[in-house]
Nanobody
Framework: QVQLVESGGGLVQAGGSLRLSCAAS????????MGWFRQAPGKEREFVSA????????NYADSVRGRFTISRDNAKNTAYLQMNSLKPEDTAVYYC??????????????????WGQGTQVTVSS
């Protein structure tokens, strides 16, 4: 089992940037895929981005492609989500997730076996 802790959320104006971090512990990070999901008030949790265990493969939701960049540093057991050109509709709690048995960049939440506690991102207009 992997323990995940997110950080880097906050309040930013539209057009601004934030970088989220997800620190993993409990297992070698290079053996599992990692992803970011978000949940806005009154909405279901949705996929944002994912990265393969090696970092060579990535996936993005259409709504963030070209604005967000996912990366990972396996030496630091940390994944990142660089968010640029933020919009008010990006406001949500952002969750980091890790898959214990998938090494690609999965988009479905059901294949992720570990989740962080979430970090709030608020984008003002």
């Amino acid at each position: 089992q992997v323990q995940l802790v997110e950080s880097g959320g906050g309040l930013v104006q539209a057009g601004g940037s934030l970088r989220l971090s997800c620190a993993a512990s409990g297992r070698t990070s290079s053996s599992y895929a990692m992803g970011w999901f978000r949940q806005a008030p009154g909405k279901e949790r949705e996929f944002v981005s994912a990265i393969s265990s090696s970092g060579g493969g990535t996936n993005y939701a259409d709504s963030v492609r070209g604005r967000f960049t996912i990366s990972r540093d396996n030496a630091k057991n940390t994944a990142y989500l660089q968010m640029n050109s933020l919009k008010p509709e990006d406001t949500a709690v952002y969750y980091c997730a890790a898959s214990g048995y998938i090494t690609s960049a999965p988009t479905l939440p059901g294949v992720y076996t570990s989740w962080g506690q979430g970090t709030q991102v608020t984008v003002s207009s």
